[in-house]
């Protein structure tokens, strides 16, 4: 009797999971602060687009501010830009500047300032939790270039990517041993680090539709993989998974670009930047196999026996998300997507 209601509650829910959460949910915004005399400063603000929608955010100056004229705005893939340039009575170093609605948006603000009289840009990070922060003087922005936020961008840029963790999910689910386990998460490391390096130095760029949709086609397979490996049935990615990892791996790094990408790194700490994203990201990977490989051994230390039915469940998860983003981002890429 349990089994009839919690078969189809599950099945369910495996359905509608894709549709309730997107698969890139990490969209920061971007409030760039560069000072052209004591007192008067080019701003730019990047307002991130969730599926179309703008998030209800803004950045808030001190009262004495306001800006010339009114900003020169244009969309891009995933976010309207905002250029103007703004006066203060009062130099803005060492004030408060805010971002309205971050609290209740669930998104972070990535602010990079370049004080009057200094050519160094500081980098801060702006959380929900404290959404503010102060400018920094010309001294302080030569001394903490603050690149360290780049670290965190990366950690959270893999943990809040439904689509990149479920991949993850699947590769640890179709490996027999330690060591075939080693191979393949090292391959799947080394090959994103690859792309997301080449990528987001803009040597080589892909366009974001194509890109979403292998990247739904890439989770969609290794849904039926998992699935074929439950049935004790074999293949070649299933004997060599590393070799699946390394593809994919490649495959995903572009995806992981683009976070990065949205924001422009600095060109003067480009190399140290770029580092920390990618060390993030493999931080944010790490942690996630563990979690999932301390869970199974729990399980096991346990002795609990799921019924095959239960340990199916992942597989549906990963199949019928990757099946929804491969329709999903298939007819946006048809309708003319880029």
């Not at 200094?118 to 503010?132: D, V």
């Not at 130095?201 to 892909?206: D, L, S, T």
């Amino acid at each position: 009797m349990v089994r009839r209601v919690l078969v189809p509650l599950l099945m369910l829910a495996a359905l509608l999971m894709p549709r309730l959460v997107s698969a890139h949910d990490l969209f920061p915004g971007f409030l760039e602060v560069q000072a052209t005399s004591a007192s008067t400063y080019q701003v730019l603000w990047k307002l991130p687009l969730l599926q179309g929608q703008r998030l209800p955010i803004a950045p808030r100056f001190p009262d004495d501010c306001a800006l010339q004229s009114a900003p020169d705005s244009r969309q891009e893939a995933s976010a309207l830009v905002y250029r103007a340039e703004l006066s203060c009575r009062e130099p803005l170093e060492g004030r408060l500047i805010s971002i309205d609605g971050l609290a209740s948006a669930g998104t972070e603000v990535l602010l990079r300032v370049r004080p009057w009289q200094t050519e160094a840009l500081q980098t801060l990070l702006i959380q929900p939790e404290q959404p503010e922060a102060v400018i920094p003087t010309a001294s302080e922005a030569d001394q903490q270039p603050g690149v360290w936020s780049y670290l965190r961008l990366g950690i959270e840029h893999i943990l809040l990517g439904v689509d990149h963790l479920l991949l993850l999910l699947g590769l640890v689910l179709i490996v027999r041993d330690g060591w075939m386990l080693l191979k393949t998460v090292t391959a799947f490391t080394l090959a994103n680090s690859i792309t997301l390096s080449v990528s987001a130095i803009g040597i080589v760029q892909v366009p974001v539709a194509p890109l979403n949709a292998a990247i739904a086609l890439s989770i969609l397979f290794i849904g039926t993989e998992v699935v074929r490996f439950r049935r004790g049935q074999t293949s070649f990615t299933l004997r060599h998974p590393w070799v699946l990892a390394c593809g994919f791996g490649l495959l995903h790094g572009f995806g992981y670009a683009r976070g990065l990408a949205e924001l422009g790194l600095p060109h003067h700490e480009l190399l140290l930047a770029l580092l920390l994203f990618n060390v993030g990201i493999e931080i944010g990977q790490d942690v996630f196999v563990v979690l999932v490989l301390a869970l199974e051994r729990a399980f096991r230390q346990l002795q609990i026996r799921w019924p095959f039915w239960v340990r199916c469940v992942p597989a549906w998860t990963i199949g019928c998300a990757g099946a929804y983003w491969t329709i999903e981002t298939t007819v946006s890429l048809i309708k003319g997507g880029v």
